[in-house]
């Protein structure tokens, strides 16, 4: 058991690594390369705590982030980026080093919150938590400190594979909602790609700043 | 017992009359002193009947203006003064009717009397008449608070409200000189003062809009009407004096249950006051000047304080100041 | 019990009345007949209970799930109860008289009815949110009333404030009914009075309880709105606000103070004897300083409310120190207060709106000579003027002479901080009496004596009988309060023994069975009816000595004027002439008074100016510092709605790592 706990947090563990390169990287689709190896890796932890635990049910899920995650998606941001001719230079409010910084502290943050929140469960599953909710607060911090409109999309993405993270790490999270969510990703996908392509026919750009200034009754 | 019923009656009815009777005389001994100490003759010392007898005879004139406010206030306002002065206990104390107003009574009665007074003058609708009503109530904003402070401390000092009560309190102990009580008698000598429009509050012989409060509003009233103000005037003049006797010099003041005899020595003894009270007030009228109407509120204005002060003092000290 | 659903019926024809007054245009008339109606009923059944001392009970199942609505009608709801519906009644019969066409609107009349079920419904109120729920509707629709002339600034004006004002007050009440009510969170009234509160608790409470109800009673400093508000809304409902509504939240306080928050502690009883003096005194100098009619009445309402919370204060404080005849005097002046002011306030308001009807005019420097071309209402309206100028021998008096009586009872207070306050408060209410009748002086004198100033003022012509007929027997209520004060402390004497634990000698232990007698007879007695005796009699004698003797005849002439007689009526004394005295003696130091004259020079025909200045300094400090703190606080938290979306992520990313952090720290 100890090994299948081993490698299932080790798993977890690349995911975060991939989390941090989401936050340092410079050009656009290194930003898509990342978060396909984040998805895949994803869907490498969901397939071992499917065969480590007996839940074929999770296979399914793994598939699902696989493929849509890892394959899927990442193409179509890339075709995204380069029909629209899209900045291949990703905009930062902070700096990298400020960013991974911050990052550092929100892992510790949640550790610490998941030690109190679990005291009294000493189950294996609880670093993993923690990881999980990392991962999650650092695809919310990339959301905040880049600029590109991509770049959001893929931030709010890889919250998304936190969260299916912790969801295998419970008991049983029933195939209907891996489902749902999983269309629900799509949709929100699809209407961003819809609102870029529009953005950027009226305006020539997607730099969120750029967009602001043209916004009305800016304060 | 009946016999006894109907002696308290006449007694009462007989101070209800002898307010009305002394008064002018008390004011014709003011006039003839002043008179006198300016080396002028001066009028008789029954003139003040002889002007009240004049007025009466004559016609009265009414401004076009005028409404039935205006004839009817000065019957009010003397039968009001009337019934104030009527309960001061002035030779005997606790006669029959003298629980029927307290001292709290006794200052708010003379307020409704002022205060009809003072609508009256607003009645003719002249600038005259507004002057003297607006500097009157204004005055009365001070004087009367000092009043009723006056009034409580006194009350406090005497344990009732009850004007005999208080009087036979300070007939049974003289008057022990106590910082409460003589700032309490400054503080009415100069409410007196102010109330009864005298120098240096008023001139009651002015008719200069500069210096008039209480002239002013009375300007417009003639004949009868006029008689009755001026009555009512004199006698809210020996209300006050027997009020200042009644409570800081009562000596020889006749308790209840005196016979004639205590009662005749309780009426000489009330009249002499009464008459160097007003002969003092002579003296007083002759020696200072009128103030600036608007230099009136500081000295009406001492006056609050000192009440203020006494009654501190006799709250502070727990009512044990008697 | 019957008792209760009569009530209930007079309440539900009530709003029932309100109802259709909104549906149809027709009914609109029947809504004043239906209120005069359902204001009968109630007040028989707040005489009933008051007289027998029943207490009735019942509940309903609406409202908070585990309680429900819990009503109860003991005496002191009843005889708040009596005072309101006596209000509403006189109110209800005054607007009889108006014009069907011309003054009835569907934004009015159906909030009348309204109105009055809701202040009906707070002193029927058992648990805490039925007394909440009530009260807001009491503010919502009297609000409502207040907004009614929406076209005029100053009704908007007003209408703000007073809502802003409201929200405060209720949410204060709130607080002091969750204070009582505990952690247990047992909101009925019987649960509350079950266990007292601890003493920091009871403190808040207090407090909470004197700003909710302080404000809506328009105690200082939360009295800003009042002078705008009541104003502003129509005469017979100003009459309403004022003589009545105020007197719900005197109920509110007593309820709290005296009832729900258990056996009192001495300190209680100093912020409402201080608030109250101040209020007192503040109050009628702003009174005495202002020139529209309806205006110096609402902050001569003031004045009244800050004597009620002396009375009140001080009855606390004997309480609190187990004097219990002293409590009793002080309490039966509160409560007597309450009544007389309904009384004379709404006959007051109520000649203001029959001013206001017959010449269109508000402002006392527009009016002038209506004691002719209005004789009845003139009347009537001296007789309120006098009464609430607290001259004997008229109901003002007799619940003045009980605060006094109570004042002198002081010096038997062991704590030193009341002994010192009490004298200072007695000469405020000695000021307060007399700045109230130069006030009511200067009010009389310039709108009805005199001569009128303008056109409207000597085209009036006095109003229907109806509201004739409502001032008039208000007026007489004054006149035979003040007669038969003693026989109506008497009927409360029940009442105060509940909550104060004494009572005064009972009504025939004094020498007439019209004395009032507050300690014993041999220390203090008032006697009105005796004194009024005195005075008629006095007056009689003269009057027939006088005619017998003197000349009889009159003659009309024009006025003396020291002869220089003025046709014009402009040059007699005007509402702000006549402040002038008080304005230099009093409003240099409240109100930073300045008058400025430009003159102009020699030989110039121009006009000269007079500017008075003043500077309301409660105004500031209360209303327009927060104000301009809360407004420029909202200005900068404004740019909140116009963030990007970046930021608007970086707050949430923010308020998520916030929460969690304070998850991992906390235990």
């Known amino acids: ?219 | 017992m009946t016999r006894d019923l109907i002696v308290q009656f006449l007694a009462q009815g007989a101070q209800m009359f002898l307010v009305l009777l002394l008064a002018p005389l008390a004011v014709g001994v003011t006039r003839r002193v002043k008179a006198r100490l300016t080396r002028r003759q001066g009028a008789p010392l029954i003139q003040g009947y002889l002007d009240i007898a004049k007025l009466l005879r004559k016609e009265s004139v009414l401004a076009e203006s005028a409404s039935w406010l205006f004839r009817t206030a000065p019957y009010l306002i003397f039968a009001l003064t009337w019934v104030a002065a009527a309960l001061v206990p002035s030779f005997a104390s606790g006669l029959m009717f003298n629980w029927a107003a307290d001292v709290v009574a006794l200052v708010a009665l003379l307020g409704a009397a002022r205060a009809l007074l003072a609508l009256a003058g607003m009645d003719v609708g002249t600038s005259f008449g507004g002057i003297g009503s607006s500097r009157e109530m204004m005055i009365a904003t001070l004087a009367e608070p000092a009043m009723m402070l006056i009034v409580l401390t006194l009350a406090i000092a005497a344990g009732t409200t009850r004007l005999a009560g208080v009087a036979d309190h300070f007939i049974a102990e003289p008057l022990a000189v106590r910082v409460s009580l003589a700032l309490s008698l400054g503080a009415l000598v100069i409410v007196a003062l102010a109330e009864n429009a005298r120098i240096p509050v008023d001139n009651p012989v002015t008719h200069l809009e500069l210096t008039m409060v209480h002239e002013a509003m009375v300007l417009e009233y003639s004949g009868r009407h006029l008689a009755l103000i001026e009555a009512a005037s004199m006698l809210k003049l020996t209300l006050y004096l027997s009020l200042l006797i009644c409570l800081f010099a009562p000596f020889g003041m006749a308790p209840a249950s005196a016979g004639l005899v205590g009662w005749t020595v309780g009426l000489v003894a009330w009249t002499a006051k009464l008459l160097l009270g007003a002969a003092l007030l002579g003296v007083w009228e002759v020696s200072i000047a009128k103030m600036r109407v608007f230099r009136l509120p500081d000295f009406v204005g001492v006056a609050f304080v000192f009440a203020f002060i006494a009654i501190l003092l006799a709250y502070l000290s727990g009512g044990d100041i008697g | 019990m019957p008792a209760l659903y009569a009530s209930g019926a007079a309440l539900a024809v009530l709003a029932g009345a309100a109802g259709l007054a909104i549906l149809t245009r027709g009914a609109l008339r029947l809504v004043y007949p239906l209120a005069i109606l359902a204001a009968l009923v109630l007040g028989a059944v707040d005489l009933h209970v008051l007289l027998t001392g029943v207490v009735l009970t019942d509940s309903l199942p609406i409202g908070l799930p585990t309680i429900g609505l819990r009503l109860r009608l003991d005496s002191l709801s009843a005889f708040f109860g009596v005072v309101i519906n006596g209000g509403v009644l006189a109110a209800s019969v005054y607007s009889l008289g108006l014009d069907h066409e011309k003054d009835l609107t569907p934004r009015v009349e159906p909030l009348f009815p309204l109105f009055a079920a809701a202040m009906n419904l707070v002193l029927l109120a058992d648990d805490a949110y039925g007394f909440l729920f009530s009260w807001e509707l009491m503010s919502l629709s009297s609000w409502a009333l207040v907004v009614a002339r929406h076209t005029d600034p100053e009704s908007r004006r007003a209408s703000h404030l007073y809502l802003v004002m409201a929200v405060i007050g209720t949410t204060a009440l709130l607080f002091a009914f969750g204070g009582l009510a505990g952690p247990a969170g047992g909101y009925s009234f019987d649960t509350i009075r079950a266990h007292a509160a601890q003493p920091a608790i009871a403190a808040l409470v207090l407090a909470a309880a004197l700003i909710g109800c302080g404000s809506k009673g328009g105690l200082i400093p939360l009295h800003a709105w009042l002078p705008l508000a009541h104003p502003a809304a129509p005469s017979h409902v100003s009459a309403l606000m004022s003589g009545v509504m105020t007197k719900v939240a005197i109920y509110g306080f007593v309820r709290i103070a005296f009832d729900l928050l258990g056996p009192p502690a001495w300190w209680w009883a100093l912020p409402p004897i201080v608030l109250g003096a101040i209020t007192a005194v503040l109050g009628l100098l702003y009174a005495v300083l202002d020139r529209d009619l309806k205006r110096v009445l609402a902050y001569s309402t003031i004045e009244n409310v800050g004597l009620i919370f002396v009375a009140l204060g001080l009855a606390l404080a004997f309480r609190a120190n187990g004097f219990a005849q002293a409590a009793a005097v002080a309490l039966t002046a509160a409560l007597l207060h309450v009544l007389n002011h309904s009384w004379f306030k709404s006959l007051l308001f109520l000649g203001a709106g029959a001013v206001l009807h017959a010449t269109g005019r508000r402002d006392l420097d527009g009016l002038g000579g209506l004691i002719r071309t209005m004789p009845r209402t003139a009347i009537f309206f001296l007789v309120g003027a006098l009464a609430i100028s607290a001259l004997p021998p008229l109901n003002g008096f007799v619940s003045e002479w009980l605060l006094f009586q109570s004042v002198l009872a002081g010096p038997m207070l062991p704590q030193a901080s009341l002994r010192f306050a009490v004298p200072a408060i007695g000469a405020m209410l000695a000021l307060a009496a007399a700045l109230a009748a130069a006030c009511f002086v200067r009010v009389y004198g310039t709108a009805f004596l005199g001569r009128p100033r303008t056109v409207e003022a000597a085209r009036a012509h006095d109003v229907p009988l109806a509201q004739q007929v409502a001032m008039g027997a208000l007026a007489l209520l004054c006149i035979l309060g003040g007669l038969l004060g003693a026989p109506l402390a008497s009927v409360l004497a029940p009442l105060v023994r509940t909550f104060s634990g004494g009572m005064l000698p009972a009504s025939g232990s004094g020498p007439t069975p019209f004395s009032l007698v507050a300690f014993d007879s041999a220390r203090s007695v008032y006697d009105a009816a005796v004194i009024a005796l005195f005075v008629a009699i006095a007056s009689l004698v003269t009057l027939v000595v006088v005619h017998r003797v003197s000349e009889r005849r009159t003659r009309r002439g024009p006025a003396w004027d020291c002869g220089f007689p003025d046709p014009s009526p402009v040059t007699q004394y005007t509402a702000s002439s006549f402040a002038q005295p008080l304005r230099r003696v009093y409003g240099t130091v409240a109100f930073s008074a300045r008058e400025t004259v430009t003159m102009p020079p020699p030989g110039d025909r121009g006009t000269a100016r007079l500017q008075v200045s003043l500077v309301d300094y409660l105004w500031r400090v209360f209303y327009a510092a927060p104000g301009g703190a809360v407004l420029r606080l909202a200005e900068r938290l404004n740019m909140l709605q116009f963030l990007t979306i970046r930021r608007y992520l970086v707050l949430m990313f923010a308020a998520l790592v916030i929460l969690l952090s304070i998850a991992a720290v906390t235990t």
């Open chain 1, 1 to 219: 058991m100890k090994i299948a706990y081993e490698i299932s947090h080790l798993l977890a563990g690349i995911m975060l690594v991939a989390s941090f390169a989401l936050l340092y990287q410079q050009r656009v689709g290194a930003v898509i390369n990342a978060f396909a190896a984040q998805s895949i890796t994803l869907a490498l932890a969901v397939a071992w705590a499917a065969w480590s635990e007996h839940r074929p049910d999770l296979f399914i899920t793994a598939a699902i982030a696989f493929g849509l995650k890892g394959v899927v998606i990442p193409l179509a941001l890339r075709r995204t980026v380069e029909r629209l001719g899209i900045h291949r230079e990703v905009e930062k409010v902070v700096g990298v080093g400020v960013a991974l910084v911050v990052g550092l502290a929100l892992i510790g943050l949640s550790q610490a919150l998941v030690v109190k929140v679990t005291q009294r469960t000493m189950g294996l599953g609880r670093d993993e938590l923690a990881l999980a909710l990392a991962i999650v607060l650092l695809g919310f911090l990339m959301m905040i400190v880049r600029r590109n409109a991509v770049t959001q999309v893929v931030g709010f993405m890889s919250m998304e594979n936190g969260l299916i993270l912790a969801a295998t790490g419970a008991r049983g999270m029933p195939l209907v909602v891996e489902v749902s969510v999983a269309f629900s990703v799509l949709i929100a996908l699809f209407v961003f790609a819809v609102f870029v392509f529009r953005i950027r026919e009226r305006f020539d750009t997607i730099d969120i700043e750029a967009l602001d200034r043209m916004r009305g009754d800016r304060r």
